[in-house]
């Protein structure tokens, strides 16, 4: 028998509880882990107080990702006692994610542990600085540079945010936040950003075409800030698009597009291929100041996360929250 949160729908209505499982009771996976640490992310948020239908069998344990100890390898590719992260595929949806002591999934999922990481560490940087990674990777590919000026940062007191804006930062990048959350400048300013915008001026409907100041953009929020960061951004300037915080819609032009020759990059941090997870996990582990990791992560048990994933849906928690699932 083992820990974990329970999703289940059923004559009970939609419910989230701390329940023993048993092993027998784990899906089909050719590796199954001993759960060290997981996170609480807004797909867990959505999963757990139902407020999205993110879920698609159940009973469910939400997660989608964690870091852990092999117990059991049917695989070549991993042995007893491998430290490894899993981030997506569809788990805490389709298949019993990390909220639990223990795991079992493909191994085709996982990846070793950088060796410059501790278990807890990777998950304070989890799916949400994994996710910023794969923008940066994207905007760097793009051939972006620092001295090509300003870099917008939407969402900013999210986990996403909180580590583009860091990593940005790091990188020698210029980085603009905007927040919804103003009481919260002195944190992000904290994290590297050089300047603190209200997302009001970003989210309501603007012209198809706005002045230019962006050089780049990191967004997890989409809909209105979304299409006013597209108008916003500098001729041959980029966009990576990660997340929906404000709504699925897009409501822009092509004119940044077909006027101004910006691209945008839509970013898929779920089934991104094994060899671009380590790359990204490479960069992470050589980026990330572990100061800035306590700054931007806080530890609850795993019976807090229910309560928790209300407060991440009511907007009322920054950063990461990193779930001990032993405790």
């Given at each position: 028998m083992f820990k974990a949160i329970l999703v289940n729908k059923d004559e009970q209505g939609y419910r989230a509880e701390l329940s023993?499982?048993?092993?027998?009771?784990?899906?089909?996976?050719d590796v199954t882990v001993k759960v060290l640490y997981s996170t609480l992310n807004y797909k867990d948020g959505l999963a757990i107080t139902g407020k999205g239908p993110v879920v698609r069998s159940f009973p469910m344990v939400p997660g989608i990702d964690f870091a852990g100890e092999v117990l059991e390898s049917k695989s070549s590719d991993f042995k007893v006692g491998d430290m490894v992260i899993l981030n997506g595929w569809g788990v805490g949806e389709g298949h019993w994610g990390g909220l639990a002591q223990v795991a079992r999934v493909k191994s085709e999922w996982l990846i070793p542990l950088p060796k410059d990481l501790t278990p807890k560490q990777a998950m304070a940087i989890g799916t949400a600085g994994y996710t910023a990674m794969?923008?940066?990777?994207?905007?760097q590919k793009h051939g972006l540079k620092p001295n090509d000026g300003e870099v917008l940062v939407t969402g900013a007191a999210g986990g996403v945010g909180s580590f583009a804006i860091a990593l940005l930062s790091k990188l020698g990048f210029k980085v603009v936040a905007s927040t919804g959350r103003m009481a919260e400048a002195d944190y992000l300013k904290k994290l590297g950003a050089t300047e603190v915008i209200d997302r009001a001026t970003l989210s309501v409907q603007g012209k198809p075409l706005a002045k230019e100041r962006w050089a780049a953009v990191v967004d997890s929020v989409g809909s209105h800030t979304l299409a006013n960061?597209?108008?916003?951004?500098?001729?041959?300037g980029a966009v990576a698009a990660c997340g929906l915080a404000q709504g699925m819609d897009l409501p822009a032009s092509v004119a940044p597009f077909i006027l101004r020759g910006i691209t945008l990059?839509?970013?898929?941090?779920v089934t991104v291929p094994r060899a671009k997870r380590i790359a990204?996990?490479?960069q992470l582990s050589q980026l990330v100041d572990l100061n800035t990791l306590e700054e931007i992560s806080h530890e609850i048990t795993l019976e807090e996360a229910i309560p928790a994933a209300a407060q991440l849906m009511a907007g009322d928690?920054?950063?990461?929250?990193?779930?001990d699932v032993n405790r």
């Open positions: 023993q499982a048993e092993e027998a009771s784990l899906p089909e996976g794969l923008c940066i990777m994207a905007l960061a597209c108008a916003q951004t500098k001729s041959d990059y839509g970013i898929n941090s990204a996990y490479e928690l920054r950063g990461r929250v990193v779930v």
